[in-house]
């Protein structure tokens, strides 16, 4: 699913060679870096580079790639997935499995006046509580919101921020291709996102990777408009793969209107929940018949 060639191809492509002390001319047609420059920054020979890039080198030392990512000015979730790629011959990477804990289950129903949401490595909602249901429209669990994202036209219009949504959603799938290579339910996935989405093939092509840990979230709810909230993610010890996502609105702000708005219209006979409250095995895709299509 990802590579470390691939990803060293990518990185090279992306330097200016100017912030490196490299003149260039208008004869230069080269993207980023040579792969001969790259060696000569790095203090490595071109052959062992170039067999790197060429994926006939492996398990390149900590000091070749700690020079790398100097070179190649990698920000720290790179340079943690240039290390995880560089030593996934010697250590793979196991898909998380096992069922949601019915503790987890309880922590969601005590967040009420919030959106949250137990989420795995493939994006897939394993449970949410009642207002992640309204605000996502779907039975929870049944969701992976990649598909909401880049598959389902219908739901486009959900995210008020949705180009910036697509990056986040390929750059958390690229680090997870690195960390759980041998996930077959996660390469799936991929492919059939690469299947069905022009935008989805130009971004993972880039082989960006993001690990999104807050930040806002907006969408434009068709019911109650457009609610700007903050989304914090939070790593569940003992749990690998395995978030818990709070949606939260700033005190008095119009958004937490809108959360209010849209939990009364939920509590109304005429607008049931459409939360499935039954535990999600989180090593196993919900059954088809509840994923939106």
């Given at each position: 699913m990802?590579?470390l060639a691939?990803f060293l191809?990518t990185?090279r492509?992306?330097v200016?060679?100017?912030?490196?002390?490299?003149?260039?001319?208008?004869?230069?047609?080269?993207?980023?870096l040579?792969?001969e420059?790259v060696?000569?920054l790095?203090?490595?020979?071109?052959?062992?580079y170039?067999?790197?890039?060429?994926?006939?080198?492996?398990?390149?030392?900590e000091?070749?790639?700690?020079?790398?990512?100097?070179?190649?000015?990698l920000?720290?979730?790179e340079?943690?997935h240039?290390?995880r790629?560089a030593?996934?011959r010697?250590?793979?990477?196991k898909?998380?499995?096992?069922?949601v804990?019915?503790?987890?289950l309880?922590?969601l129903?005590?967040?009420t006046?919030a959106?949250?949401?137990l989420?795995?490595?493939?994006?897939?909602?394993?449970?949410?509580?009642?207002?992640?249901?309204?605000l996502?429209?779907g039975?929870m669990p049944g969701?992976?919101?990649a598909?909401?994202i880049?598959?389902?036209?219908?739901?486009?219009?959900l995210?008020?921020?949705?180009?910036s949504?697509?990056r986040?959603v390929v750059g958390h799938?690229?680090?997870?291709?690195g960390?759980y290579?041998?996930?077959?339910?996660?390469?799936s996935?991929i492919g059939?996102?690469a299947m069905?989405?022009?935008?989805?093939r130009?971004?993972w092509?880039r082989?960006?990777?993001?690990?999104?840990?807050?930040?806002r979230k907006?969408?434009r709810?068709p019911?109650?408009g457009?609610?700007?909230?903050h989304?914090?993610?939070?790593?569940?010890?003992?749990?690998p793969?395995?978030e818990l996502l709070?949606?939260?609105?700033a005190?008095?702000s119009?958004a937490e209107?809108?959360?209010r708005?849209?939990a009364?219209?939920?509590?109304?006979?005429g607008?049931?929940?459409p939360?499935?409250?039954?535990?999600?095995?989180?090593?196993?895709?919900?059954p088809?018949?509840?994923?939106?299509?």
């Amino acid at each position: 699913m990802d590579d470390l060639a691939g990803f060293l191809r990518t990185r090279r492509a992306r330097v200016d060679p100017a912030v490196v002390g490299i003149p260039t001319d208008s004869r230069r047609r080269v993207e980023g870096l040579r792969r001969e420059e790259v060696a000569h920054l790095s203090g490595v020979s071109v052959d062992y580079y170039v067999r790197l890039e060429q994926g006939r080198a492996t398990q390149p030392s900590e000091q070749v790639l700690d020079a790398l990512a100097r070179v190649l000015d990698l920000d720290e979730t790179e340079r943690g997935h240039l290390y995880r790629l560089a030593r996934q011959r010697r250590r793979r990477g196991k898909a998380p499995g096992g069922r949601v804990r019915p503790e987890l289950l309880r922590v969601l129903e005590l967040v009420t006046d919030a959106p949250a949401m137990l989420m795995n490595h493939r994006l897939d909602v394993l449970a949410g509580n009642r207002l992640a249901g309204l605000l996502l429209g779907g039975p929870m669990p049944g969701l992976n919101t990649a598909r909401h994202i880049f598959l389902e036209e219908a739901e486009r219009g959900l995210y008020a921020d949705w180009e910036s949504c697509t990056r986040d959603v390929v750059g958390h799938l690229r680090l997870a291709a690195g960390r759980y290579p041998e996930d077959p339910r996660l390469a799936s996935l991929i492919g059939e996102l690469a299947m069905g989405s022009e935008r989805f093939r130009r971004l993972w092509a880039r082989a960006d990777v993001r690990a999104r840990t807050h930040g806002r979230k907006a969408y434009r709810h068709p019911l109650v408009g457009l609610l700007e909230l903050h989304q914090e993610n939070f790593a569940l010890p003992n749990e690998p793969g395995i978030e818990l996502l709070v949606l939260s609105a700033a005190p008095g702000s119009p958004a937490e209107d809108g959360l209010r708005l849209l939990a009364g219209l939920g509590a109304d006979p005429g607008h049931p929940s459409p939360v499935d409250k039954e535990p999600a095995a989180s090593g196993d895709r919900p059954p088809d018949t509840q994923v939106r299509r």
